[in-house]
Every structure is written in C-alpha cells, then in structure tokens.
C-alpha cells in the first residue's frame, strides 16, 4: 500500500514515520515535504537504511499543483495523510499569508489531486487538523466535535478552511475524508520555537524565558507518538466525513509547565534552585492569544478505541532528557532566519 505522508519532515509527520513503517508492516511511505524552515531531513535519519524498499522522499510544495499531481502520477496512492502545514502561531502573525498559501491552497491541491485520481479507486484522506480551529475556552468546558468553529489566529483560521475544504469535498465528491484534530504535541524533533524545546534552548543558552502575559493561559498536551498512534487509529477505524478530536486530558498553566521545566533542567543540568525562578519573564502577552484549550476526546476513545499511553510527567523528562542529549540536533536547526526571528519577536519585550 503506498501512502503518501506531506509534512513529514516537521515533528508530528517524521515521528508518524517511524512509528507507522515499524508498525504497518504492508506500507510504502513516499514523504512529500517543500523543506521549509521547519522542516528537516535530519528528522528521517536512518529510516531509507532501517526500511529498505519502503520509504521514498519527495521534495515538493503541497500548493503546486503540476508537482503534486505528478507525485499522484507515479505512486497511485491510496491513502494521504495530510501533516504538511505552516504550524506556528507567533509567524501567523508576522506573516499570515504563507499559512493561507501552504494550509488553504495547499489541502485544496492535494484534495483535488486525490479526487482527480481516486475517481475509479477511491482512498483516504486524513486531515491532520488542531484544536485551535475552536478558538478560546473559559475556565470551564472542553472542545467536542459538534463544539462551533471560531478560529482566533491566522493559524488556526487557515486550518480551519482547510478542514472545511476536506468536508466539503466529502460531500460534493464523495472523498473519502477524515479529520482529527489534536492538542498540543511535544516529544522529540520538535522545531525549537514551540514552547517545550524553545525554553529549553533559551535556559540552556543562559537566557531568560519569556512567558506570555500572566502565564496562566492553559494548553492540554499529548505525546506526539500518542498523537500519532491516534491518526492510526482514525485511518484504520475512522467513519468518512467525520472528525476526531485527539487528546490525553493533560492541561497545565503555561506558567506551571515552565516550572516544571525548570525543575527537569535543574536535574539534568545542575543549576543552583535559587537561580532558577530569576529566569522567567513575563512578557507581553500573544496578540489573540487564546485563553485555554482543552480537548474532549471521548468520541475518538469511543469509536476508534483510543487510549494514550504516554504520563505526561514521564512524557517531559524523556523529552527533556532528549534535548539535553541532542543539543546539537536543535542547534544546527538554528539557522540564521530562525535567530532574526527571535530577534524580531522577542527583542526589547521582556517586563525588566
Ligand atoms: P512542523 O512545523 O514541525 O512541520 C511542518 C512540516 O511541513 C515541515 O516539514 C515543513 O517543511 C512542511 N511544509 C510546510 N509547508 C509546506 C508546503 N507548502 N509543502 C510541503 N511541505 C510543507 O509542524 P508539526 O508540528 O509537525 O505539525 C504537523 C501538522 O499537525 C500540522 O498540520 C499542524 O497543523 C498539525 N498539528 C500540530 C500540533 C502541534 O502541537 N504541533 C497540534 C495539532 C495539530
Ligand atoms: P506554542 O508552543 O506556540 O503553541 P500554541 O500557541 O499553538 O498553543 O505555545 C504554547 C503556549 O505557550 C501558548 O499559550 C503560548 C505560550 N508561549 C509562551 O508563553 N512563551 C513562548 O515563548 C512561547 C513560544 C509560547
């Protein structure tokens, strides 16, 4: 079965990719990936050697329609998973038109390519999609599926036309479409500007970690190998059309997830306990910044079997322990436009 994965050198998409050829033994991965700033293809090391036969990479852009459309051509696939997407909030606010160019325009290429190839021989379409097309909760309630669409950043709307464009061509085509849409992700291979791996270089670089606002924003984390066993799931067992919200009931405080950090980092790094709550800043607050997430995930437990198996505890100090070690994976990933962008982002912003 050949199956094509988009985005599969970014974190999400390169950690499916391991797990997915180790545990499906009858897939053929042809990863199509435009290698943007976030994508890197140290994050598929050793897999061409570890699956022979079984694994193809494909540099393209998911909005050229000409290249996608020959990649349909040569592999006939018959199932995509769509991870490949324009993924951090801050630069949706910098810059939101790439997020509309690569996560609206680019899910209407591939989803018009499959419907053009799949007209005698249907496949599936996963759309990996994300809790924030909900928009902001209040101290109380979680995000279910029938929970009404209110994207507050370029990001998340830009997602959200793209789920919107994959249901509708269920409906008007009969495409065989699935969405799930997930938490945040943390693990491994994670692009050091999200906030796990972007506080753990800063407290490693010696710097201050800019927290935003208050810090009493509330974000509900899952593994990204929980994630990715939940797309598994939503590709094997999902019902066409319908959507998956994927989650592992983890909320934290922004604030209370850089302290345990800290504390991780002081074990791993031996930093005096005094100096360490002196690293926080509290920084301007996100323009939009979305107040709290939270996920309902019993209809994907209910209906596609569904259980996390990662504690989150055990989940960051693995993590935590995987920077450490592999420091020099996230620093060669620091390339010069990565440093303008801190500099742009951050500079002059800390409240001292
Ligand atoms: P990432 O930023 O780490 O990786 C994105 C990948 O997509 C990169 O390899 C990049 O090169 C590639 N890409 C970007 N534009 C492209 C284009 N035009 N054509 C082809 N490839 C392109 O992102 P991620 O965190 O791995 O996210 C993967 C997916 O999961 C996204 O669709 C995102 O919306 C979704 N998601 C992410 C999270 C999270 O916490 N990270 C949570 C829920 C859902
Ligand atoms: P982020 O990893 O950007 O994910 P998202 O915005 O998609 O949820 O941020 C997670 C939370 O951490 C979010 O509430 C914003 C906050 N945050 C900070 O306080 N400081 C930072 O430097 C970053 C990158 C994020």
Avoid at 26 to 33: L, P
Avoid at 334 to 351: E, H, I, N, P
Wanted: net charge neutral; with cysteine; hydrophobic share 40%.
């Amino acid at each position: 079965m050949n199956v094509l994965v988009t985005g599969g050198a970014g974190i999400i998409g390169s950690n499916f990719v391991r797990l997915a050829l180790a545990e499906r033994a009858a897939w053929r991965i042809v990863v199509v990936d435009a290698l943007t700033y976030a994508g890197n293809l140290e994050n598929l090391a050793g897999i061409e050697a570890g699956f022979p036969g079984r694994y193809r990479f494909v540099k393209a852009d998911v909005a050229d329609a000409p290249a996608v459309e020959k990649i349909f051509a040569e592999e006939k696939p018959s199932l995509v998973v769509h991870f490949a997407a324009e993924s951090h909030v801050d630069r949706s606010v910098l810059g939101p038109m790439d997020f509309v160019r690569t996560n609206v325009l680019g899910t209407a290429t591939l989803l018009d390519a499959a419907r053009k190839a799949w007209r005698e021989k249907p496949g599936r379409f996963l759309q990996v999609s994300t809790d924030e097309v909900y928009g902001a909760l209040g101290e109380t309630g979680a995000f279910a599926e029938a929970t009404p669409i209110a994207p507050s950043s370029p990001y998340s709307a830009s997602k959200a036309s793209a789920d919107m464009l994959a249901l509708a061509y269920h409906r008007t085509f009969g495409l065989d479409a699935v969405i799930t849409r997930c938490c945040n992700n943390y693990g491994p291979y994670q692009f050091p500007e999200k906030l796990i791996p972007f506080m753990i270089s800063r407290f490693v670089d010696g710097e201050k970690l800019p927290v935003y606002g208050n810090g009493m924003n509330v974000r509900d984390w899952i593994h990204v190998d929980d994630h990715n066993r939940g797309v598994l799931l939503a590709i094997e067992k999902g019902r066409a059309g319908e959507v998956y919200n994927l989650g592992a009931r983890c909320e934290r405080k922004n604030i209370d997830l850089v302290r345990s950090l800290l504390e991780l980092l002081l074990k791993a790094r031996g930093v005096a306990a005094e100096k360490l709550e002196s690293r926080i800043a509290f920084v301007k607050d996100r323009p939009g910044h979305d107040w709290r997430y939270a996920i309902d995930p019993s209809k994907a437990e209910r209906e596609l079997g569904f259980r996390p198996e990662v504690p989150f505890e055990e989940g960051l100090a693995k993590t935590v322990q995987w920077y450490v070690e592999n420091e020099k994976w996230w620093r060669d990933v620091q390339s010069g436009a990565y440093r303008d962008y801190v500099a742009k982002v951050y500079g002059g912003q800390t409240s001292e």
